[in-house]
């Protein structure tokens, strides 16, 4: 997540709980994706219609889509995966990982001694394990990212501060 951050990849970023029905999700992913920041990611039409949309599957399939359409680099970081219920993590985990369009990775978490039973697709997939003290941005990085995100002058220890209330988070 933070490399993708500063690289200018979109990077979204979902928690995830048990209470995530299909539909609940997928409204999840799409809020998750306008907060990125880029307005044109996905258009509030868009976000409305998903939003009322009754068949889980065409809106699935519809997030795709207009993922792929962005041509932007994005990184989809899902946390705590082992909360979702397993309807969830089959419909639409394992339509994500083997409908992902070229310019979008996936990145599943879950808590470290959590256990997540491997569909098909999920089980072929290659998997990392990484720490918290990857995904935590460092002072030189939140810095950076200050810097890159806010325009006009800023003051010189913005970065250190921001770091230091956040602890990189």
Do not use: C
Not at 4 to 23: F, H, K, M, N, Q
Not at 82 to 98: G, H, I, K, T
Not at 154 to 167: E, Q, Y
């Amino acid at each position: 997540h933070r490399e993708a951050v500063l690289s200018g990849e979109a990077a979204i970023w979902l928690s995830l709980s048990g209470r995530d029905d299909t539909s609940r999700l997928i409204q999840g992913l799409t809020n998750a994706a306008l907060r990125v920041g880029r307005r044109d990611f996905f258009s509030a039409s868009f976000a409305e219609w998903i939003g009322s949309s009754t068949t889980p599957s065409q809106a699935l399939t519809a997030w795709v889509y207009e993922i792929a359409q962005s041509h932007q680099d994005t990184l989809l970081l899902l946390d705590d995966v082992d909360r979702l219920p397993p309807e969830s993590r089959s419909e639409v985990l394992d339509y994500l990982l083997a409908n992902a369009p070229g310019n979008l990775r996936i990145a599943l978490s879950t808590l470290p001694n959590a256990t997540v039973d491997k569909s098909d697709i999920f089980g072929s997939t290659p998997m990392m394990r990484i720490t918290a003290r990857e995904l935590r941005f460092r002072l030189p990085e939140t810095a950076e990212l200050v810097e890159k995100s806010l325009a006009g002058p800023l003051p010189a220890d913005l970065g250190v501060r921001i770091h230091s209330v956040t602890g990189g988070w």
